[in-house]
């Protein structure tokens, strides 16, 4: 073989590495979340004003010591075999929601038996001026359900900006996902319409995009019903 021919084979090789596209992987999800504030309440107490958003899927904060205001918990289904790689929201201008803002402080969780339990406190707020939360969104983390990918996240609206409290009133929050091989995921084997229809539901009430679950593949065994008539 003389030494042009391999050189050709070479380049040949080479523009063919270039102009093929690797298999693509990962994802974007995006989740448009809108709030008016005047779905805001602000309820004063001898230690301060509570916030809160009586909305679904809204929650108040409850670590110890830390502002009680609003987050909006977030569940998204990802797609399948991927796992999060990344966060981040866009946000319109803030809007005043009060000046001078005294925030109410939650107190000690307790446990069943009445003691003080141990606090799993969010980190970022010492009452000097400073921004609570100090991000907008706060990753919790990926749990499955029935073999479908649900990560949850936590985002903020309203924040403390110094000692003014602020509204986003339209926030997208982006989440970007990259592949993640799994072996401890466990699925049904067999199809069951009805199952289906009811894990359906299940997603429908949890998730912001249970339309995503359409695109997962089990590769299950559909079984025959058979008609239990006369």
């Known amino acids: 073989m003389s030494s042009s021919y391999r050189i050709r084979s070479l380049v040949c090789f080479l523009l063919f590495a270039i102009t093929v596209p690797a298999a693509a992987t990962g994802a974007e999800v995006t989740t448009p979340l809108d709030l008016s504030r005047n779905d ?5 107490s001898a230690g301060g004003t509570a916030v809160s958003v009586a909305r679904r899927n809204y929650y108040q904060l409850s670590d110890e010591g830390m502002p009680k ?3 909006r918990l977030v569940s998204i289904v990802l797609p399948q075999g991927e796992a999060v790689d990344g966060y981040h929201i866009e946000a319109s201008p803030e809007v005043s929601l009060a000046l001078a803002f005294d925030a109410a402080l939650a107190g000690p969780a307790l446990t069943e038996d009445g003691r003080t339990a141990r606090p799993d406190r969010m980190q970022g707020w010492s009452g000097d001026g400073s921004v609570f939360p100090s991000q907008p969104v706060r990753y919790l983390g990926t749990g499955y359900l029935h073999g479908y990918a649900i990560a949850s996240f936590m985002v903020f609206p309203v924040r403390l900006v110094s000692d003014q409290l602020v509204l986003s009133e339209h926030i997208d929050l982006h989440v970007t996902t990259r592949a993640e091989q799994r072996n401890d995921v466990v699925v049904r084997e067999r199809f069951r319409q009805r199952v289906d229809d009811r894990v359906a539901g299940e997603l429908a009430q949890i998730v912001e995009n249970p ?3 359409s695109a997962y593949s089990f590769g299950r065994t559909r079984v025959a019903v ?3 008539g006369g």
């Open 226 to 228: 058979k008609d239990s």
């Open 40 to 44: 805001v309440r602000l309820e004063p």
């Open 211 to 213: 339309e995503a679950a």
């Open 69 to 71: 205001l609003p987050y």
